[in-house]
């Protein structure tokens, strides 16, 4: 009781730097001192993920059955919604398997606001290239759309609180291409209606501008 109430009053910043060396033990994607982590978002180009994630190398890309790619809500960095993934029978998400270290697993929790209750962790079995399957983490949205962004039935519909700014769907775009994934889906990522923001400090670091866009 005393150490649980000692936790409430930690303040966040020393809450995460204790918890980097807290490695829960039945943590399905570990693989040794790694374990296994989908990006779909942001996280597919490899120059973005090294920001926060210096020690993450590549596994190839990565296919999670029975859930769609989708976007919610606002993120200050990038000046629009994020994505999520949705279950959703029948659909597909493709994305970037990486192997990282479990001391960088703390710095991905932070990035995707696990702490502040935005994001949350899932262990979710993903189809490899070779036709495996590896357990994989990735992150969901607290705030899940509903309605699905292809159920929508023309541009001008979506509602602003669905749209991802340009500079994060260049971003995703970029880092399909650079994982290989298949060409119907870069399509379908390219014709995301965006809310039009662009992040420039993130447009420059990830060399972002001539990435192109079907709008
Ligand atoms: C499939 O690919 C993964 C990642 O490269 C590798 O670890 C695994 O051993 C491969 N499995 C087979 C059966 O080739």
Not at 116 to 132: D, F, K, M, R
Not at 172 to 184: D, M, R, Y
Request: hydrophobic letters at 40%.
């Amino acid at each position: 009781m005393l150490s649980y109430s000692l936790l409430l009053i930690l303040p966040l910043s020393l809450w995460s730097c204790l918890s980097a060396y807290v490695i829960p033990s039945d943590l399905p994607e570990r693989v040794g001192d790694n374990f296994i982590y989908f990006g779909y978002g942001s996280n597919m180009l490899t120059k973005r993920i090294h920001i926060q994630n210096p020690t993450a190398v590549k596994i190839g890309m990565g296919i999670l059955k029975d859930y769609r790619l989708d976007f919610n809500t606002y993120t200050e960095r990038w000046g629009g919604a994020p994505a999520t993934i949705v279950p959703m029978p029948g659909a597909y998400v493709y994305g970037t398997l990486w192997e990282i270290s479990l001391s960088n697993l703390d710095d991905i929790d932070d990035q995707e606001g696990v702490h502040e209750g935005i994001y949350y962790a899932a262990s979710l079995p993903v189809l490899l290239s070779n036709n495996t399957v590896a357990t994989a983490r990735a992150y969901l949205l607290a705030d899940q759309p509903k309605k699905p962004l292809n159920d929508f039935s023309d541009d001008d519909k979506v509602p602003l609180k669905r749209q991802p700014s340009k500079t994060y769907l260049q971003c995703l775009v970029k880092g399909a291409e650079e994982t290989g994934i298949v060409p119907w889906y870069i399509e379908w990522l390219k014709s995301v209606k965006h809310n039009g923001h662009v992040a420039p400090d993130l447009e420059q670091i990830l060399d972002l501008k001539d990435v192109q866009l079907n709008s």
